[in-house]
C-alpha cells in the first residue's frame, strides 16, 4: 500500500499507553516522547500510518505544556517518526534505513566558518576546465599519478621541510587505496601485520579482504612498546607494522618522539618496515616528527586530505623508501583503482600549490579546537582527546556498555562507534568513539552531546554512581 493510501486509511491513536515511558527516566520531557514514539513505533504498538492524537490532547494527557509537544512533534519528524499531513493530522511513518540520524560516528572535518568550501570546490573545478585540457581529464592516468600531482603531494608532506623525490610519490583516490596498495606489495596472503590494539577500522577490513592477518601489540601511555614489538614480531615473522601516531585513531593518542625513535630502533632490528598512516597531524601546531622524518629508509607514509579539508577530493599521497618500493606499490595500485580521479586530483595539486590547501586545513582546525572545547564542558571526565582531534575517545568503566550505549543513542537519533569496531586481537575495550565534526553546526553538535550525556547520567543512577 502506498504511504498516501495509508494515510487515507489510518485509524486515530485513541489507546495512549504507548505515552507511559514518558514519565520514566530522565532528559528532556520532549525527547521521551520522541524516544517514546520510537519504541511504540518498532515494537508495531504504533502502525505505520496511525493517526495521533492532537498535540493538545496529547499535552493535557501528559501534564506539560503545549509548546513541549510541539518541539517533541518537530524532532520526531526530523528522525522520520511521523509526517503531519495539513488539514488531516500527524502521522506515524513507515520508517527505514534512511532515517536521519546525527551522526557522531564518522571522522570528517567539520565545515570550517568563514569559508564556502561548496564555492571553492565550485570556482575551483571551473578554473580547472578552463586552464587544463580537456584530453588530458578524460584520458587514463599512469597509475602513481601525474608527475605535477607527485609534485604537489611531496609539497603537502614536507611542509616546511625537505620534500621526497617525486619518483619516491604516489597519487592515490584515498587513503586506503594506498594502505592496500602497500599491504599488496609488501606482503603475501597469510603474511601478518603488527599494530596497535586498538586500531583504525579500515585497516581492520583492509586486512580480512586481502588475506592478512592482523595482531595486535600492547602499548601505553605513550603508545606501543618497542619489546612487545619486538616480541610478537618474532613469534609471527611479520614484515609490516602499521602506525597512526598522531592524533591516534580512535585514542587521540600523540606519540612522543623518545617513543617514535625507539620503535624506529626496533623496526630496523627487526627487519620491519613501517606504514606511518598520517591524516591529522595538520591539525598540531607543534607535532613531533614523523617517522617519515626519522626513518625514510623504513617508512611508507601516506597522509589524505580527506580528513584535514574534505572527502569529496578523495586524494592521498604516498611516499615510499626507494624509488623500487614506490614501482611496485604503483603496480599494486594499478591492479586496485587503475587511477585516482584526475579532476580531484587535478584540483587537489591546484590547491597544494596555491596555498589553499593549507588555508582550508588551518580554518577546520579552528573549528575543530572549538568543538573540543564544547565537548569537553559537556561530557563527563575521563575522556582521551587533544585540542584539535576530530574525536573523542570515551572509555565507559562499568557505567553501561559500548554496544548498550550505541544502541540507546540510537533511539535517540544519534550514531556512535562502539570499542569493539576498533579491536584487534579480542578484548574490545569498553569505550565509544564520539566524532565531532559531521555534525552540520555547533548547535547540532551540542543538541547531540546533550543526549548522550542524559543516557549516561540514566545509567550511573542505576547503577548507584553520582553522576
Not at 134 to 151: D, K, M, N
Not at 176 to 194: K, T, Y
Request: hydrophobic share 45%.
Amino acid at each position: 500500500m502506498a504511504w498516501g493510501d495509508m494515510q487515507d486509511s489510518a485509524h486515530a491513536v485513541s489507546d495512549l499507553s504507548w505515552l507511559a515511558p514518558v514519565g520514566t527516566g530522565g532528559g528532556p520531557i520532549y525527547l521521551r516522547i520522541v524516544e517514546a514514539l520510537g519504541e511504540a513505533r518498532a515494537s508495531g504498538l504504533l502502525q505505520p500510518g496511525d493517526r495521533l492524537p492532537p498535540q493538545r490532547d496529547l499535552a493535557q494527557a501528559l501534564g506539560v505544556d503545549l509548546t513541549t509537544v510541539t518541539r517533541a512533534f518537530m524532532e520526531a519528524r526530523r528522525r522520520n517518526l511521523i509526517e503531519a499531513a495539513p488539514g488531516r493530522g500527524t502521522f506515524v511513518t513507515p520508517g527505514g534505513s534512511d532515517e536521519p540520524v546525527l551522526d557522531l560516528s564518522m571522522n570528517i572535518p567539520p565545515a570550517p566558518l568563514g569559508i564556502n568550501l561548496p564555492a571553492l570546490i565550485r570556482s575551483g573545478i571551473d578554473g580547472l576546465l578552463k586552464r587544463s585540457s580537456a584530453e588530458a581529464l578524460l584520458s587514463y592516468h599512469p597509475g602513481p599519478g601525474s608527475a605535477s600531482e607527485r609534485a604537489a603531494g611531496s609539497q603537502w608532506i614536507a611542509g616546511e621541510g625537505d620534500r621526497p623525490a617525486v619518483a619516491r610519490m604516489a597519487v592515490g583516490s584515498g587513503a586506503q587505496a594506498l594502505l592496500a596498495a602497500a599491504v599488496l606489495a609488501h606482503s603475501r596472503e597469510g603474511d601478518v601485520i603488527l599494530t596497535d590494539m586498538c586500531t583504525y577500522p579500515g585497516l581492520i577490513s583492509l586486512t580480512r579482504a586481502l588475506g592478512r592477518g592482523l595482531v595486535g601489540v600492547p602499548g601505553d601511555a605513550d603508545g606501543m612498546l618497542p619489546d612487545a614489538l619486538e616480541m610478537q614480531a618474532r613469534h609471527c615473522s611479520a614484515r609490516l607494522v602499521y602506525l597512526n601516531p598522531t592524533l591516534h585513531n580512535p585514542t587521540t593518542l600523540v606519540m612522543p618522539q623518545a617513543r617514535r625513535e625507539d620503535l624506529v630502533t626496533a623496526a630496523r632490528r627487526l627487519g620491519l618496515t613501517i606504514v606511518e598512516d598520517d591524516p591529522y597531524s595538520r591539525f598540531l601546531a607543534d607535532a613531533p616528527p614523523s617517522l617519515l622524518s626519522l626513518a625514510p629508509d623504513v617508512t611508507i607514509h601516506v597522509a589524505t586530505l580527506a580528513k584535514c579539508i574534505s572527502p569529496f577530493l578523495r586524494t592521498a599521497f604516498l611516499v615510499a623508501p626507494e624509488v623500487e618500493t614506490a614501482e611496485r606499490i604503483a603496480a599494486a595500485l594499478r591492479g586496485i583503482t587503475q587511477m585516482a580521479p584526475p579532476l580531484m586530483t587535478g584540483l587537489a595539486a591546484e590547491w597544494i600549490r596555491s596555498g589553499m590547501a593549507g588555508e582550508i586545513a588551518a580554518a577546520v582546525r579552528v573549528e575543530a579546537v572549538e568543538r573540543q572545547r564544547i565537548a569537553a564542558s559537556m561530557l563527563p571526565t575521563g575522556a582521551m582527546t587533544q585540542e584539535a582531534s576530530l574525536n573523542i575517545w570515551l572509555p565507559l568503566q562499568d557505567v553501561i556498555g559500548a554496544e548498550e550505549l550505541v544502541r540507546l543513542a540510537r533511539r535517540r537519533g544519534l550514531a556512535i562507534s562502539p570499542g569493539g569496531e576498533f579491536a584487534v586481537s579480542g578484548g574490545a575495550a569498553n569505550a565509544v568513539r564520539i566524532a565531532l565534526g559531521a555534525a552540520a553546526s555547533r548547535e547540532r553538535l551540542k543538541e547531540g552531546l546533550r543526549s548522550l550525556v542524559s543516557i549516561l547520567s540514566e545509567s550511573r543512577e542505576r547503577v548507584g554512581l553520582v553522576v
